[in-house]
């Protein structure tokens, strides 16, 4: 950050007083400008046991099979957010269950909270991000195509827990280097 969205004064880096790491910092008005990680919230969409991918329409990962996923806007809760991004891109309104994977990435500043969630309608279809939606059996997916290692975390212990049929909530943490940084 270059200037205060406060005031427009130049900011400065360094740690403020009482704080333990570097923050923007504008001497003019005073204002600590924090950086938070994005949430990024989706559903894991099941109809008799296979899920529901999309494949991208818009980069990162052009072409590349992914779950219905996207950042969360300001005024909306996790399962609004993780809901609207199954509309946006697989126009989907599934029922939602509880949430599945929830995935820190604290090098990407991305946390991932992902709700399972049934479709009992039986309708979706490729909304302006995708390029097709598809209902995949766990025998089916396109593992080698699939968009991010979140993806291809949640859709192992998917595969995993509708064997056993137990579902739990599944913490993980991945250390990721940046898809623009990727050969």
Not at 63 to 68: D, R, S, V, Y
């Amino acid at each position: 950050m270059n200037f205060c969205s406060n005031c427009g004064a130049a900011t400065i880096r360094r740690v403020p007083e009482g704080d333990n790491r570097p923050r923007d910092l504008c001497d003019q008005c005073g204002m600590i400008h924090y950086q938070n990680p994005k949430i990024i919230a989706g559903c894991v969409v099941l109809a008799d046991n296979k899920v529901l991918l999309c494949r991208r329409a818009i980069e990162p990962r052009y072409g590349l099979w992914t779950l219905p996923a996207g950042v969360m806007e300001n005024g909306e809760t996790v399962a609004q957010a993780a809901l609207r991004e199954t509309w946006e891109e697989a126009h989907a309104t599934p029922e939602l269950g509880q949430l599945y994977v929830v995935t820190s990435i604290p090098t990407i500043s991305q946390v991932y909270m992902l709700y399972l969630a049934f479709l009992t309608n039986g309708q979706y279809e490729s909304g302006p991000e995708s390029l097709e939606t598809r209902l995949f059996d766990m025998d089916e997916i396109p593992w080698d195509e699939l968009a991010f290692h979140t993806v291809r975390d949640t859709l192992a212990r998917l595969k995993d827990d509708l064997q056993t049929g137990e579902f739990s909530l599944h913490c993980i943490d991945r250390d990721e280097t940046p898809v623009s940084a990727r050969v």
